[in-house]
């Protein structure tokens, strides 16, 4: 599966974005999806993941009850509904695709399949 992340931009603090993962494939709907974001000089940092089952992981940080993950499987997209904005989350924001199981949607090692990642940049 081959993912195009988008919907990355500038915005000031307390504002909104929508980001997207568009996936090429007939199988989508059997990947777990994720989101994690990277800033600059850090690790990759697990924001959120939804199942093939539509169950939601959410990071436990500073993400959660700001961000809202989605998907439709029609569209063969993913979403991260990013509100509340920080300057602490700019970052480089990836999704990611794999057959997940367990409990290891937050291990970015178990994904095989990422997008090209979308810069998001809140400035305060």
């Known amino acids: 599966v081959q993912l195009q992340a988008s919907g990355g931009g500038l915005v000031q603090a307390g504002g909104s974005l929508r980001l997207s993962c568009a996936a090429s494939?007939?199988?989508?709907?059997?990947?777990?999806l994720g989101w994690f974001r990277q800033a600059t000089g850090k690790e990759r940092e697990f924001v959120a993941a939804?199942?093939?089952?539509?169950?939601?992981?959410t990071a436990d940080s500073s993400a959660r009850g700001r961000f809202t993950i989605s998907r439709d499987n029609a569209k063969n997209t993913v979403y991260l509904q990013m509100n509340s904005l920080k300057p602490e989350d700019t970052g480089v924001y990836y999704c990611?695709?794999?057959?997940?199981?367990?409990?290891?949607?937050?291990?970015?090692?178990?994904?095989?399949?990422w997008g090209r990642g979308t810069l998001v940049t809140v400035s305060s």
């Open positions: 990611a695709a794999d057959l997940i199981s367990g409990s290891r949607y937050g291990d970015y090692t178990k994904y095989n399949y």
């Open positions: 494939g007939r199988t989508f709907n059997t990947y777990s």
């Open positions: 939804i199942t093939r089952n539509g169950a939601i992981v």
